[in-house]
């Protein structure tokens, strides 16, 4: 058995968001021509492709991909929106599907694909047919919730394939690890009431949606201290994302003890996203999949699933992508060393952690301290 399952399907590829304007209001927008969608179909394909000339993919055990059923998506969303989906999805021209989560004819039986291919990965891993498994998928779910689409998703993915999970009994004790660069609204909708959900989000504070994933959104009723958010500033780096993982993230989802870990792998909190700022090189994320592997080693019998969410820098999310299967699989590629060596090592990483950062992760770990035993890792402006 090789170590690292991979999921994947040109058919990813056939969601389209057509033109737009990012960030524009509802109406068009009237003083540029809409553009390229930023969610668009390279986003991934441009990571497989450099899979397939590192060599990695071989590396890779694929992991089969089958469309999610109605009744999966419904663990999540109301039968309404689903119908919604459908409804839209078969019509030329198509629309949005809530909040900026456009969709054209055929849309809907890529997401549910999408969603199938959460399922497939986190599956595999929980079946132990490979230890850790990553679905590079799109459409991106974490953003969708339970009533409509929003910020380019439209089904949950990653909540689908936990809610099914569990129900099931395949797992018990699930953390989820959002590094994309935007809040896991959806996901974090998903279990705000449920205990046998971690749910970790860390995202540039007030980026998207601008008015959640604030400290004070923990869970309410059993789930209270199981929704953790980690709002970031600008800037914040590798140094500041390694500290915010090893003296929050990891403690509390020790603590908790799960039995499988999930992460919403956006790379949009990349050095060159077109869409935030929080500056991490492809060696930051190396590093944070360092410490997803090393949490699942240490609590779930190294049960780990990743799956994609954003991403939107064409020329070095893919490079974002191939470090974080290099360390998945071990395996350095003579690409990989290439690309890393050449001008953007030269675009240093952050070495230290900045003071906003620093009293970000006090402010947090103050929060999440009253839920958890977390004092002894607190930062050093805290101590
Ligand atoms: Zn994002």
Redesign the pocket.
Known sequence: MTRTGYVYHPHFLLHDPGLAVVGSPPQPYPYMDPEEHVEHPRRVGRIHELLERTGLLAQLDRIDVHAASLDDVALFHTRDYIQHVIDLSARDGAGDAGQGARLTRGSFEVALLAVGGAIAAVDAVLAGRVQHAYALVRP?G??AVASMGM??CLFGNVAIAVKRALARGTAQRVVVIDW???HGNGTQEAFYDDDRVLMVSL?QEG??PSDSGTLDEVGIGRGEGYTVNVPLPAGTGDAGYAAAVERVVLPIARRFRPDLVVVSS?L?ASRSDP??RMVVTADGFRSMTRSAMALAGECAGGRLALVH????SQAYAPLCGLAIFEELTGVRTEIGRLAMNDAIRRLRPTREVGLDAERAIAETLAVYGRYWEIAAAASPAAR
């Open positions: 991106p974490h953003h910020g380019f994309d660069v935007h995202h980026l998207y956006g949009d869409l935030a969410e954003g991403g939107y």
